[in-house]
């Protein structure tokens, strides 16, 4: 029985190399898919991932239909086993179901893979649409860290060096890319994500001597007047 399939995580958790090696695992079975993704980091009609793999893709526009793409290839007489859907946070709430639609009403696989908040901890809406809808949601096992090691759990929008909280909510760019000016995008921990602290902002704390250099969390605390009961 064919399921819609939600893989989510934070940046750089490997949802894009998960997506490709579903491609290649189903395909290898003689299982003919489609893969489908929204505004990749390396272009456009392309899935790619930070490990160099890439593969060609169907661009996911803000007007198309993917109940009526899928259609329209089983019409032509292509045959349809599964799809593979990347970046579908960016997909809008109407194409998610559509994606239901498809596995329903032509047991056709579906596997979404995508981020579900966004740099202000919102979800995203086609990611919420796939929580409320998939038959199985998916954490990614691959643990992306915050700066400290902890476990990262949100992505955070650095502009100029400096963590931002306020913005349009799509904003493509990538991670730690150096570029002056340039969006880039860091995984924090709850933690570091509250206290606006991004890698570059701990380096920066860390040469004031009033930071101890073991732990950035942690303040000194002045020293307790010495009396004559001591």
Request: some cysteine; overall charge negative.
């Amino acid at each position: 029985m064919a399921e819609l399939v939600f893989f989510s995580g934070t940046m750089d958790c490997g949802k894009s190399t998960l997506a490709l090696q579903m491609d290649h695992n189903h395909s290898a079975r003689g299982r003919v898919g489609l893969i489908f993704t929204k505004m990749d980091r390396a272009g456009s009609n392309v899935l790619s991932s930070r490990l160099g793999l890439s593969r060609r893709a169907l661009e996911v526009s803000d007007d198309l239909d993917l109940w009526d793409a899928v259609v329209q290839c089983a019409t032509a007489g292509r045959r349809v086993d599964y799809l593979v859907c990347d970046e579908a946070q960016f997909y809008s709430a109407a194409q998610v179901e559509q994606l239901a639609r498809v596995v329903d009403e032509m047991d056709i696989d579906v596997f979404a893979f995508g981020i579900t908040a966004d740099f202000r901890t919102e979800l995203f809406p086609g990611s919420k649409r796939l929580l409320e809808l998939a038959d199985r949601v998916q954490a990614l096992q691959v643990e992306a860290l915050c700066w400290c090691g902890r476990r990262g759990t949100t992505n955070a929008r650095v502009v100029d060096g400096a963590m931002v909280v306020e913005g349009e909510q799509v904003v493509v760019g990538d991670t730690q890319s150096g570029r002056q000016g340039a969006v880039e995008y860091e995984v924090l921990c709850r933690r570091h994500y509250m206290r606006r602290m991004t890698a570059q902002a701990a380096r920066s704390a860390a040469l004031s001597p009033e930071v101890l250099p073991f732990d950035l969390d942690v303040c000194a605390l002045p020293p307790r007047p010495i009396t004559q009961s001591d």
